[in-house]
């Protein structure tokens, strides 16, 4: 297992981390033995990073790896968030913030977290995020709630304006660094340079990047999703698999500091730990990139309408 540094001065963590959005549900319901099952199998192959959030299956993710932490807590760097409660429920008021802050430590038994992140903060206002949230995190850090705090989000306009508002140390991007996107090249290069490191989440993009293809409310557009199975089948006749070369694509990425797997099974686990040992085919690789090139609008929107006057 390869590591790295969150941050110049932040812990060591394993390039290759644990993201738990599956939990919520959208890929189908996970049984919680086998997924603390799963998480453990991750821990004992040297991942040492674990993201979470209280909207993840409303709790359900926060208290299996609660459950996988007993014994293990100063093994792993906990990474969990404010702000979005559940699939349906955004609050960055700061009383919410603090009491849902609460029932998360609770349910991950432990007194504080490594990593506290504002979440999907597009749909936030800019001015409840910058001159409120922001400075609370920072409060929160200070009390010894969490080591380092950040912010989430998919639209990079909006993860720059947090950015250059000050105060974060920490940045989670998702589904914006891949065979289909790397409009992240950038940000993260000028984010390190300034202290602040990236975790990128869903290297996958949601399942975009999957043999199976993606799920019936992604809300990629049509030339993207047919750009995907075209680089899905081109994979599959070369006996490779796409999420798994995505998956290398974005560990070469060498300007972030970690790169979140999903939690479904041992097998899948297991699959993405070899693969992130091994370099990715660069043929295949530059095959899959060219299918990609001309597709417009590499991404999608997001809620970030409370973000006024920001680039696309």
Known sequence: MRYRT??????????????????????????PDTVADTLRRGLDLGINLVDTAPSYGKGFAETVLGEVLRGRRDEVVVSTKIGCWSPEEFDFSPGRIRSGLEDSLRRLGTDHVDVLLAHDIEYGGRDEIIGTVLPLLASLKREGKARAVGVSGLPLPVLESAVAAGGVDVVLSYCRYGPHDTAL??????????????????PAAMGLLTQAGPPSWHPAPPALREAAARAAALCADRGADLALLALQFALAQDDLAAVLTGTGDRE?????VRAAATAPDEELLADVLALFADVPGPSWPSDDGNWPDLPA
């Open 6 to 31: 969150l941050g110049p001065d932040g812990p060591r963590v394993s390039a290759l981390g644990l993201g738990t959005t599956s939990l919520m549900g959208i890929f189908g319901k996970r049984d």
């Open 185 to 202: 090249e950038k940000p993260v290069a000028d984010w390190r340079a300034l202290g602040v490191a990236t975790l990128l989440g869903s």
């Open 268 to 272: 899948h686990l297991e699959a993405s």
